[in-house]
T-cell receptor, first 116, second 109 residues
Framework: DAGVTQSPTHLIKTRGQHVTLRCSPISGHKSVSWYQQVLGQGPQFIFQYYEKEERGRGNFPDRFSARQFPNYSSELNVNALLLGDSALYLCASSLFRTGGGKNIQYFGAGTRLSVL | GIQVEQSPPDLILQEGANSTLRCNFS?????LQWFHQNPWGQLINLFYIPSGTKQNGRLSATTVATERYSLLYISSSQTTDSGVYFCAVSSGSARQLTFGSGTQLTVLP
């Protein structure tokens, strides 16, 4: 079975540009979360989507937006790129059990974004 | 929000040695996961362990939820164990994970 897939693997942009990152969750998983990992730090939560609705948002500016499609895949969009947006962007999928129980998150290999 | 602290930040071992990594968290948790991040950035799931003890080969983990800490044990370390180990938790109604700053493990041949 395929794991979480992300595209592209690497991306180089210049300041002020816009970028779209894509994620396909594990088959059967309905929740997708996005994380940003800058060099030397742990991943930071950006967004979580479940059934196409935003279920959580981290402390990121409005330049960051996301959406989830009917097939549960997701896009992360970042506008007006800054040098500080250079990072590894990770996508995670989970079953999102609303009634409790295991809610294990599985991560993709990430998209490495460089802003010049 | 919940705080996660990992120690030590760096650990250098000779192949064959054992090690213990610690994760302290500031509130009760409903999810605790340990990950190994390889040099290419992939986060590999090691354990889902909000409480109790689990073992998987040379790795084992224990979470004492009442005392708000978790330990990851690596026995007979190998060079392929090198990388960054992260602890991540979620609490309350939040489903997102809060990560610690990681432990950089280097295993020397």
């Amino acid at each position: 079975d395929a794991g979480v897939t992300q595209s592209p693997t690497h991306l180089i942009k210049t300041r002020g540009q816009h970028v779209t990152l894509r994620c396909s969750p594990i088959s059967g998983h309905k929740s997708v979360s996005w994380y940003q990992q800058v060099l030397g730090q742990g991943p930071q939560f950006i967004f979580q989507y479940y059934e196409k609705e935003e279920r959580g948002r981290g402390n990121f500016p409005d330049r960051f937006s996301a959406r989830q499609f009917p097939n549960y895949s997701s896009e992360l969009n970042v506008n007006a790129l800054l040098l500080g947006d250079s990072a590894l962007y990770l996508c995670a999928s989970s079953l999102f059990r609303t009634g409790g129980g295991k809610n294990i998150q599985y991560f993709g290999a990430g998209t490495r974004l460089s802003v010049l | 929000g919940i705080q996660v602290e990992q120690s030590p930040p760096d650990l250098i071992l000779q192949e064959g040695a054992n090690s213990t990594l610690r994760c302290n968290f500031s509130d009760s948790v409903n999810n605790l996961q340990w990950f190994h991040q390889n040099p290419w950035g992939q986060l590999i799931n090691l354990f889902y362990i909000p409480s109790g003890t689990k073992q998987n080969g040379r790795l084992s983990a224990t979470t004492v939820a009442t005392e708000r800490y978790s330990l990851l044990y690596i026995s007979s370390s190998q060079t392929t164990d090198s990388g960054v180990y992260f602890c991540a938790v979620s609490s309350g109604s939040a489903r997102q994970l809060t990560f610690g700053s990681g432990t950089q493990l280097t295993v020397l041949p």
